[in-house]
């Protein structure tokens, strides 16, 4: 991009900042900023210039991701504050909003503008609370982003007539109607792919990106070049601790869940195999299918996963994908996801009580009998990401007991326990701020991770006893015998080194260490 150029946006992809305490220098994702890939090829198909900095891969100082923007002088600055877990649009917010008001600071004339789940969930909020973003997005942006850059300046009077936003009118907010998002039979045409050539790199294309190490194979050189990318959009359950539906919020209640879409939507199969064809000619085979539920339709899959054993013949690429535990039962079908190169599923097993599960609303897991299909994934060949949730509303010891005691039983390659979390936009958010629960102070005690993290307690947990059973879960798990015995055999012995010094690293949480001192 020349700098005499008259560019319409920049889309900017905020740093994940202190989140992740140590883990972030070596064993955190750098994950593709998706939607600024999305979001800046269709705006390129509707005839707008434009540019993608993407702070949290380049690893800049603020004065000099100032000096990028600056050089490209863009009309308007898109902030997308999305990221590799569902809170991540509440935790980014930190590094968006460092940047934006560094970059007000030197020039207020500039047009800040986010995107993301937060400013989806509370758009009122957000603006009342951050002087230095202009106006928000409610949802994904697509249609309501090309109308604002068809506008000739960005003042209240040529917003109000926008759909799909929310801007600072004087003294008060303005929340517009809603925007449609793209439906499905304009998937192809005006979200069409993914603008790859707008993101930095060092030697070759998305070397810059590294997978999580378990999709690696706990193998640090197997990591980059790493590639993220969408076949679906949307998720058709409710779970209440998921705020994935979060678009079209037209309400102006501040602890509103907006879940007024719950469809999915499909790009074609023969579109998403060219998008594969591209990295692989980069040179990207260790891939992120990022729909929310890829096993999900396999009116969809299948044929998507048939086409993609054809690129996979030398079984060269390392794919991993969501699932849900009961959609994977069908052992034919695990043999045709494994020759499509998807080497890794992501089950969300969430507990290991399956009344606390139900209570949840993740979904009714009554035929399903849990061992049994995770037996027939590993006799596929696949290897698991096995999630857990602790301090789920039903939660007690011995719940967590149990889920813990279920996971070192199924001994999967990849696990992980969230810390249950009001997540901005869920119902357990509205829940929360109803009930006058002590929530976050800050965008990242929003964290799974974070030093200031707060998570919900339970009726007979208090928040810092869960988060302390999540990160001695953690420990326990990746130095469980049984475990690396069965790293040692997938994968050998310097994935079992790498597990053990990861391990190592134990994070510290102040809830924690205010109630263990006093």
């Known amino acids: 991009m020349t700098t005499n150029e008259t560019l319409d946006a920049v889309f900017i992809n905020p740093s994940v900042g202190s989140n992740y305490q140590s883990l972030k220098s070596k064993y955190t994702a750098i994950e593709p900023p998706t939607w600024s890939l999305l979001l800046a090829q269709s705006m390129r198909n509707f005839g707008f210039k434009v540019s993608i900095i993407d702070a949290n891969a380049e690893n800049l100082s603020i004065e000099e991701i100032y000096e990028k923007l600056n050089k490209l002088n863009p009309r308007l600055v898109v902030f997308v504050v999305y990221g590799q877990n569902v ?18 600071s030197k020039n207020q004339n ?21 002087s230095s973003i202009d106006f928000v997005f409610t949802n994904e942006g697509v249609y309501a982003l090309k109308n604002v850059l068809k506008l000739n300046d960005f003042k209240e009077n040529s917003l109000m007539n926008i759909k799909g936003i929310a801007f600072r009118n004087k003294d008060r907010v303005v929340l517009n109607k809603p925007e449609i998002v793209v439906p499905n039979e304009r998937m192809d045409v005006d979200l069409p792919g993914y603008a790859w050539d707008l993101l930095p790199y060092k030697n070759s294309p998305l070397d810059l990106y590294r997978a999580p190490m378990w999709h690696a194979e706990y193998d640090e050189e197997k990591r980059t070049p790493y590639a993220a990318l969408h076949s679906s959009l949307g998720c058709q359950f409710k779970c209440s601790f998921c705020m994935i539906n979060l678009i079209n919020r037209n309400d102006e209640d501040d602890i509103g869940v907006s879940s007024n879409y719950s469809g999915m939507r499909y790009w074609s199969p023969n579109f998403i195999i060219n998008e594969f064809k591209k990295l692989i000619k980069m040179g990207v085979s260790t891939i992120r299918i990022t729909d929310e539920m890829f096993l999900l339709n396999p009116k969809y899959y299948l044929p998507l996963c048939e086409k993609l054993s054809e690129l996979n013949k030398d079984d060269n690429l390392r794919m ?15 043999s045709v996801v494994r020759k499509a190169g998807i080497k890794w599923l992501c089950l969300g097993i969430e507990s290991g009580d399956k009344k606390v599960r139900l209570e949840v609303a993740k979904g009714k897991f009554e035929d399903v009998d849990v061992r049994k299909i995770i037996k027939q994934v590993h006799e596929a060949d696949i290897d698991i990401m096995a999630n857990y949730m602790y301090g789920l509303p ?5 719940t967590i007991k149990k889920t813990f005691d279920l996971s070192i039983e199924l001994c999967t390659s990849g696990w992980n326990t969230y810390p249950a979390m009001a997540l901005p936009g869920s119902a357990l958010y509205k829940e929360a701020i109803t009930k006058g629960i002590e929530m976050p102070k800050t965008y990242s ?34 130095l469980n015998p049984q475990f690396l015995n069965r790293i040692k055999n997938r994968f050998g012995d310097k994935a079992v080194h790498n597990i053990k010094q990861m391990s190592k690293i134990k994070l510290t949480r102040k809830i924690v260490e205010e109630n263990l001192t006093s």
């Open 394 to 398: 039903g939660d007690d010891l011995e």
């Open 445 to 478: 005690g929003y964290s799974f991770h974070a030093y200031d993290t707060i998570c919900l307690p339970t009726e007979k947990l208090k928040a810092w006893e869960v988060l302390k059973l999540r990160d001695d879960a953690f420990i326990d798990y990746h």
């Open 110 to 130: 500039l047009n800040i503008s986010y995107i993301g789940s937060y400013v989806q969930a509370l758009p009122i909020k957000a603006l009342n609370d951050e």
């Open 320 to 334: 991993w994908a969501y699932s849900r535990i009961d959609t994977v039962k069908n052992p034919k079908i695990l």
């Open 87 to 104: 809170n991540a649009g509440t935790t980014n917010m930190e590094g968006a909003l460092t940047l934006s008001k560094y970059f007000k």
